[in-house]
């Protein structure tokens, strides 16, 4: 794995992964591996990169938000997610573990890993699946996962447009600030369907 | 009026106004400003002034979406809300119409028309009070819009809060973009709700 390059065993890494989490977040993540490695093959992006990613995104979702903070800090990810809900700062410091700790330098895989929380604009193909087979993998269950799920056979835009708008939509339900890139990955998602849309019907 | 000095009268703003929206949008208007100037009462802003932004708020509503844009172009108002919806666009060209056309001068009467439509974080009282007027006014009528005039009662941040969330869950479960400094006005507003609580929380 690792690009070919074998640096870190597939297994190595799932062992890591199995220290640092509770079961069901590792069950979770086999879900994800699994959701992600079939929309990599759907929309072509490289599988193993997809797993890689996948394997790494929720690997320091169960540190203590004080050293996700000061993580947070000593990265280079825009500062300003330190003022919105401190779930969105595993994302971009389980990144930083893949990159000191297990030695990943693709920059690709590093995105899929940093923005799977946040989403932004400009995603790549590898961060788009990443980001969405954690909306959709079988253990997911929450209101409107199946018309994503649906959605994500068809059109990998249009799928996580509608994940993280629903995302952005149940946080405003609850009276929550939603953090702005979220807001421009969604409309740039929205952006690209409708240009698409647009191209189809002539 | 216009702020003591008898620059533009009452009567002859709503004339105009009269010649440039339907009827029913009159009324709308009419409605919009006795919600503002009761707001403006509640909550420490200037009824006069409050009454004279909401006269003029929609004068440009029907122009054509492309006298509209040029209009946007000619003004200083952040060009990217031409990359949004059209329906934004006739806050910013109505406040370059009542400073051109009718002389008011208060940049505060100025700014609670240009951004009616968007809202942005740091609001004026006055601000806040009219576009909140305009979601409020007697004669709306949508989902919600009891609990917000119900809020608006106690508190005009989280009413605010409320409408512009609504307004952007709405475009969501439509498929729509959002205007990014929407989002970043109903944050702005949840932040100062929420610090509020805090404060009287202890």
């Known amino acids: 794995m690792c690009m070919g390059k074998e640096i870190v065993s597939r ?10 989490v509770p079961e069901h977040r590792f069950r979770h993540t086999l879900g994800v591996m699994e959701a992600a490695v079939r929309l990599a093959e759907r929309y072509g992006a490289d599988p193993a990169k997809a797993e890689m990613a996948a394997i790494l995104h929720d690997i320091a979702k169960y540190w203590p938000v004080e050293r996700l903070r000061a993580a947070v800090q000593a990265s280079a ?20 573990v893949a990159r000191t700790r297990f030695g990943v330098t693709d920059e690709d895989v590093l995105n899929a890993i940093r923005y799977h929380t946040t989403g932004r604009p400009g995603m790549s193909v590898l961060e788009k699946v990443v980001c ?7 253990g997911r269950q ?5 018309e994503i ?10 799928a996580l447009a509608k994940a993280l708008g629903g995302t952005i939509a149940y946080l405003i339900s609850r009276g929550m ?3 702005p890139l979220t807001l421009l990955a969604y409309n740039d ?13 002539g």
């Open 177 to 179: 600030r939603v953090y």
């Open 142 to 146: 929450f209101p409107g996962v199946d």
């Open 132 to 138: 969405l087979a954690d909306y959709i993998e079988p």
């Open 189 to 201: 998602l929205i952006g690209a369907t409708a240009a698409r849309d647009k191209e189809g019907g």
């Open 149 to 158: 799920r649906r959605l994500a056979e068809a059109d990998l835009d249009a």
């Open 11 to 20: 297994e190595r890494l799932l062992q890591a992964l199995r220290d640092e």
């Open 77 to 96: 990810f825009p500062q300003d997610v330190l003022a919105y809900d401190a779930e969105l700062w595993h994302g971009p410091v389980a990144a930083e």
